[in-house]
Every structure is written in C-alpha cells, then in structure tokens.
C-alpha cells in the first residue's frame, strides 16, 4: 500500500538542519575554531557543572560542541548533495548508455561496475582517499567512485526495458537520431527511478563522508565534521560520553531522516507500488 502522508518529521528535521548549514554563521553561539583549554571538556547544560555558555558542552581542545555540530551540518549536507549529483549523475548517463547501447558498450561499462561493487564500498572509499590524501576534493572524488555503479545497473535495468516500448520502437522507425530517442523518451521514463535511488543513496553518502572522516582521511581539521568530531572524542567515552555521542547521535537523526524521506519518495515516484489497477502502457 503507497503512504500518501507526507514524512513531515523527516521533512522538518531535515528542513531544520539545512537551515542550520545556510545559517550556520549566524546561529552558531561560538566561533566553531575557537579554542579554550581552561573550558576543555565542560559537560552538557543538563548535566551538573554544564553551563547555557555551551549547550552540548566542550571538546578535548575547549571548543563549543553545538557550534562545531552547526558547521558540521554544512559539511554533511555539502558534500552528501554535491557526491549526489557528480557520482549520481556519471553513474545514471552511464547507465543510459549502456542500457541503450547494448552489446560491447553495455558488457564493457557493467563488467566495470561489477568490479567496483565486488569490492566493499567503505573499504573502496578508503583506499582511494588514502592515495588521494585528506581533504574535501579527496572525499568526494572517492564517494563519486563509489556511488556511481550502484546507480548505473538501476538505471541500466530499467533501460533495458523502456527501450522495448512500443513507443520507442515506433520513434526508432521513424528516423529520429539516438540522441532524441534518449533524451525525448528514454530519460524522462527513468527519471522517476533515478530521483527515488537518490533519495534512498543520500543516507548512505553522509555515512561514508562520516565513516571516513572517523578514520582521519575524510575532511582535514579544523574543519568541524561529524566524523572528525565523533572520533576525537573516542578516549573520553567512559567519562566524557558527549564528545563523540552528541555528533554521533547526529548523524543517525539525519541518516534515518534521508531514508524514511527517500522510501516515501520511492512509493510516491514508482507506480507500480501499492497500485493494483498500475500497468504498462
């Protein structure tokens, strides 16, 4: 059965922490660099000795942990939307082509994507950031490298069958070029299927920006990023809890967020979900 009802916890969530990355200058309590070693490692306001002066408390270096966790939002949102669009858009004409084109074209362009998923996609990523080294270029060049296969054999798939249309037929017949033929017909049919997995792929994209971010060859200090953050407070765990779970506990709020978002867009952009009277015309 397709849920009508709009997510509307996810879309508020995820409203309000793209309001934090647009804003983040301006609403950030603390400058998000700025280091104090005689505040260092300040509890929460709710916990006893925590102060309104730093909400979520302070780090190892005495730096305000909500200010940091509003610039990390920036960084999340910036490089999960950006890797979207690059690794997305590569793999989703790649999978056109190669869905279109057949025969050498398509065994070629699948046995690489083959390639690329037979290997674990976060040990991918961290392979290629550690040739690439650190850095926000070395972070998105490694998601583009990942993502793009999954979406290319989704595409591919669905491809494979639009082409047998009768209307694709027909327009084939009639002479039009395979430009027109992909561009009037193929790719608007497959758009619906390429805006869903993107949705769905979000969630994952902001895991492994965190996950190698975590392992030091994500985004360089000082930039705040959750990963970063969520490890620097590893050795504090048993007594400075905060450091690590606060921007922890973030991202899985935006991760679950993407998810529950991209599977209501999923049903509401595939009609064959839910619909008994769907069929193919």
């Not at 104090?36 to 730096?63: Q, Y």
């Amino acid at each position: 059965m397709i849920r009508s009802r709009l997510p509307w916890v996810s879309i508020f969530i995820l409203f309000v922490f793209l309001m934090m990355a647009i804003l983040g200058d301006l609403i950030a309590p603390q400058d998000m660099y700025a280091q104090n070693l005689m505040k260092r490692l300040e509890p929460p306001v709710w916990m006893e000795g925590g102060s309104w002066a730093h909400i979520f408390g302070t780090d190892a270096l005495g730096r305000d942990i909500l200010s940091r966790l509003i610039g990390g939002v920036r960084t999340s949102l910036a490089i999960g939307i950006i890797g979207l669009l690059i690794g997305g858009g590569i793999g989703g004409a790649v999978g056109i082509i190669a869905g279109y084109s057949g025969r050498y074209v398509d065994t070629i362009i699948m046995r690489l994507a083959d390639a690329s998923l037979s290997c674990p996609m976060i040990l991918f990523a961290l392979l290629l950031s550690v040739s690439l080294g650190s850095g926000i270029t070395s972070a998105l060049t490694a998601i583009c490298m990942v993502i793009w296969a999954p979406f290319a054999r989704v595409v591919r798939s669905e491809v494979l069958v639009i082409r047998e249309m009768d209307y694709v037929k027909v327009a084939q017949i009639s002479g039009a070029s395979s430009i027109r033929v992909l561009f009037r017909h193929i790719l608007p049919n497959v758009a619906n299927t390429l805006i869903a997995f993107a949705g769905l792929q979000i969630g994952f994209i902001i895991i492994l920006e965190a996950t190698l971010s975590f392992l030091g060859v994500g985004i360089s200090p000082p930039t705040p990023a959750w990963g970063s953050m969520t490890a620097e407070g590893r050795e504090y765990l048993a007594t400075h809890w905060w450091v690590s779970v606060i921007p922890g506990t973030a991202i899985t709020i935006t991760v679950v967020a993407f998810t529950l978002f991209g599977d209501w867009l999923r049903d509401r952009l595939d009609p064959r979900l839910g619909r008994k009277d769907w069929h193919p015309s």
